[in-house]
């Protein structure tokens, strides 16, 4: 599909000329040198960079050219993508459900067909979440891996940047052109690879059945324990003040009302709670690797269930915040390398989605596993 044709709320900014090259969408977080980047927001509906990201350009000298600036979250602060300021994006793949936040322009741009790739960032699960909604690839690299300068920061302990797709294969090229130091990773088979399985337990029935016959598909697993790092979520809070304070204290009526009520209670965390959080941090990062010891990756639900009802996330509702990020916040806390496929459809035929996770600077053998894995529940149609 043409960008110019898809529905409201998909793209924020489309280019005067049309584009040469593959085509990229670009959540619009990430600065474009003379093209309109919001930030998801209206305090910069005006706002025309004077130069690109290094991550854009990186793409674009790899035969990407860009489509569209694609629609998020208010300043990429949830996990809906339905924006006050510039309209909720749809899911194409399930009318009357949220594609996932906070790229969600991402991810319904690809299923839609207006681009084959999309370049995303992930504090809490931005990349995975919208991934998992809409039936598409989302990787989530190792911390600092891809550039986020040119970027409107969330937390910065916790940003990623990195790439969406339909298909594991593109996801790889993307990296080899995001950044100099990625080689693939062959992998023979999934037996050559040893797997913990978490959380399984905590999804719905479907989707606890399609992520456990995924992790059925490696010969080498066991199930481990690990807590979902909940303590940690103060040090990300106390980030999210520090990039906002200023800025909101001069245009709080600006914001909309859910991300305005969040930036408010990330204001409210002392320094003290923040301290208590970085200890937290520590504490997981340890019982992260004592989880993995003998392992080479883990699996785990992407969410616990399939995209949910546009509006079920109401403005405070924290548990349901909370619910949308338990499954992939840890591995922002972690820095590790992620990746979200679908792996078979669930409640009311939505798809499921099944992370695969490795320790930092095993992006190839995550990708690696996860092409070998994507053809194994296609039957062997997938891109390779």
């Known amino acids: 599909m043409n960008p110019r044709d898809c529905p409201i709320g998909v793209f924020l900014a489309l280019p005067d000329e049309e584009p040469?090259?593959?085509?990229?969408?670009?959540?619009?977080?990430?600065?474009t040198a003379g093209?309109?980047?919001?930030?998801?927001?209206?305090?910069?509906?005006d706002h025309v960079p004077a130069e690109t990201a290094p991550a854009v350009l990186a793409l674009e000298a790899a035969g990407w050219g860009v489509v569209g600036k694609t629609n998020l979250h208010e300043f990429a602060f949830g996990t809906t993508s339905e924006?006050?300021?510039?309209?909720?994006?749809?899911n194409p793949l399930a009318p009357g459900r949220v594609a996932g936040g906070s790229s969600g322009g991402n991810a319904a741009a690809l299923v839609l067909g207006a681009a084959d790739l999309a370049l995303g960032t992930d504090t809490g699960g931005s990349i995975r979440i919208p991934a998992a909604c809409c039936g598409i690839v989302g990787f989530k690299p190792t911390y600092g891996l891809v550039s986020l300068e040119g970027c409107f920061p969330l937390a910065s302990t916790f940003d990623h940047a990195g790439p969406?797709?339909?298909?594991?294969?593109?996801?790889?090229?993307?990296?080899e052109a995001l950044t100099v130091s990625f080689e693939r990773q062959a992998v023979d088979s999934l037996g050559d690879v040893a797997v913990g399985v978490a959380w399984t337990d905590e999804a719905a029935p479907l989707v606890r059945a399609r992520v456990t016959e995924a992790a059925a598909s490696f010969p080498q697993r066991r199930p481990v324990s690990l807590s979902t790092a909940d303590d940690v979520d103060p040090l990300l809070m106390y980030e999210v003040a520090g990039v906002h304070r200023e800025l909101f204290a001069e245009n709080a009526d600006l914001?909309?009302?859910?991300?305005?009520?969040?930036?408010?209670?990330?204001?409210e965390v002392t320094e003290a709670e923040a301290q208590r959080a970085t200890r937290a941090l520590a504490a997981f990062r340890e019982e992260a690797e004592a989880a993995m010891h003998g392992l080479d990756l883990l699996?785990?639900?992407?969410?616990?269930?399939?995209?949910p009802q546009v509006g079920a996330?109401?403005?405070?509702?924290?548990?349901?915040?909370?619910?949308?990020?338990?499954?992939?916040?840890?591995?922002?806390?972690?820095?590790?390398?992620?990746?979200?496929?679908?792996?078979?459809?669930?409640?009311?035929?939505?798809?499921?989605?099944?992370?695969?996770?490795?320790?930092?600077?095993t992006d190839a053998l995550v990708l690696a596993a996860g092409r070998l894995l994507e053809s194994a529940l296609t039957g062997g149609r997938a891109t390779t």
């Open 20 to 31: 040469t090259g593959r085509p990229l969408a670009v959540k619009d977080l990430f600065d």
């Open 35 to 45: 093209l309109v980047t919001t930030y998801g927001s209206p305090l910069f509906g």
């Open 83 to 90: 924006n006050p300021h510039f309209g909720a994006v749809p």
């Open 164 to 175: 969406m797709a339909r298909d594991v294969a593109t996801c790889e090229r993307a990296l």
């Open 255 to 267: 914001y909309g009302d859910d991300v305005r009520g969040k930036i408010e209670r990330c204001l």
């Open 299 to 307: 699996i785990a639900p992407t969410l616990a269930f399939v995209a």
């Open 313 to 361: 996330g109401e403005p405070g509702n924290l548990r349901f915040r909370r619910s949308m990020v338990r499954f992939t916040f840890p591995f922002n806390a972690l820095g590790w390398p992620t990746l979200a496929l679908p792996c078979g459809a669930a409640e009311d035929g939505l798809p499921a989605s099944v992370q695969i996770v490795g320790r930092p600077r």
